[in-house]
Structures are given as C-alpha cells and as structure tokens.
C-alpha cells in the first residue's frame, strides 16, 4: 500500500518566519508534487520534481522553493512566510507516466500564517 | 479558457437517486483520464481511470467521449457516503504532470 506522509497535519506560523514542510513516499516514485488548494481554486501546482535534485516551477512557484535531496523526500520551504499563503498543502508522488499511472497523495498540511 | 472544467454543483440529491457529472477538457493531446474523490478536509483518492470503452466499478460508471473532449461519471444508488467532492483529472501522454479540474461537490441526503 502507497503511503505519503506530511510532517505536520496543522501548523501555525507567523508573518517572516522560514516554514519547513516535509514529505516522504514509501513507494519508490520518481516524481513527487506539491500543491495547495484553497477553496475555489481547487489543487495548484507549486513545483514538481522527476528526480533527486531536479525540481521545475509549477504554476504558482513565486514565495517557494523545494529540496529533493533523496529520492523518497521532498521537502517545501516558505522563505519568509506570508499570510497570503494560509492554506492547505499537499504532496503527491507518482511513477513515471505508463499503464498504471497514478497519483498518491499525502493527508495534506493546514498551514496558518498569521 | 481553463483546461479542465467542472460544474462546482453542490448537486444536493435523495439516496438512491441516480446522479452524473460531466467534465471537459481543452487539451486535445490528453491521453489519461481520471476521477478522483476528496472528502471533507481530506486527501484526494482515485476513485476510477476512465478508459476509451468506458469502465464500471459497482455502481459507478465512466465514459470518455473524445470527439467532444468531455469525461462523465454516473452514481446510481447514491448512499450517504458518497458525499464528496470528485475532480476530473486529465493528462497528455508522456507527461508527468495531470490537470485537475476544481471539483464537483456531491452531497446525498436522507
């Protein structure tokens, strides 16, 4: 059975601290994803990354960076937290596209900057 | 124009009754089509691929219409547990990275 854990379920931060947020997948996937989601405007991509070290810009990459150091960690860091990015993350991982494609996710982490 | 489009609903409908929600999609290259369940303040979960023949699982069906660029999923039965919100997900072949449409929230009442 996949499993991706998430460091923390709730968090809550202050305006300019460096927030950490930690995933890790058990299945060996080569691609891993972080999103948030907001009501509304459902799952955004933040960044995503095919390999150890490698990561390319999602659709809303501005105030993040992210650390792929391991193959099963994918770490999501906020430089100087704002209070524009209270919200839910989610990590996902997944294998490369092919017959079985899909993608996990993580039980995600409620992220309050206030 | 977004690439993947949903109705946000909610569909607010009895249990037993038969419901169905459609999705289109923009990008003619799409070759994966998927439906996902979110419940509340949860992960989301594939619920079903959707194959070009069409597929059913229990009491869930899903159909692709490629002409039309639109995916659907029929609920019959509904039970109580059914109430979530369902994503159309969508991806290009060779790609690594799917479109989510916004969901469809679904709530099944008594």
């Known amino acids: 059975d996949v499993k991706v854990t998430q460091s923390s379920r709730y968090l809550v931060k202050r305006t300019g601290e460096k927030v950490f947020l930690e995933c890790v997948q058990d299945m060996d996937h080569e691609n891993m994803f972080w999103y948030r989601q907001d009501p509304g405007l459902g799952l955004r991509l933040i960044y995503f990354?095919?390999?150890?070290?490698?990561?390319e810009k999602g659709d809303i990459p501005e105030g993040y960076s992210v650390s792929r150091e391991k193959k099963e960690r994918f770490s999501l860091i906020l430089e100087s937290a704002s209070t524009n990015q209270t919200s839910m993350y989610l990590c996902?991982?997944?294998?490369?596209?092919?017959?079985?494609?899909?993608?996990?996710f993580g039980p995600g982490t409620r992220l309050t900057v206030t | 124009r977004k690439e993947v489009e949903q109705d946000p609903g909610p569909f607010n409908v009895p249990e037993g009754a038969t419901v169905a929600f459609n999705c289109t999609y923009s990008?003619?290259?799409?070759?994966?089509f998927f439906w996902y369940r979110q419940d509340c303040r949860k992960e989301p979960k594939l619920l079903m691929s959707?194959?070009?023949s069409g597929n059913e699982d229990g009491r869930f069906t899903a159909q692709l219409n490629r002409a039309s660029q639109y995916i659907s999923l029929l609920i019959r039965d509904s039970k109580l547990s059914d109430s979530a919100t369902y994503l159309c997900v969508v991806k290009a072949g060779g790609s690594y990275i799917p479109t989510f449409g916004r969901g469809t929230s679904l709530i099944v009442h008594p």
């Open positions: 990008n003619s290259a799409s070759q994966s």
């Open positions: 959707v194959y070009s």
């Open positions: 996902a991982s997944s294998p490369n596209p092919g017959q079985n494609y899909e993608q996990y």
């Open positions: 990354s095919y390999d150890v070290k490698m990561k």
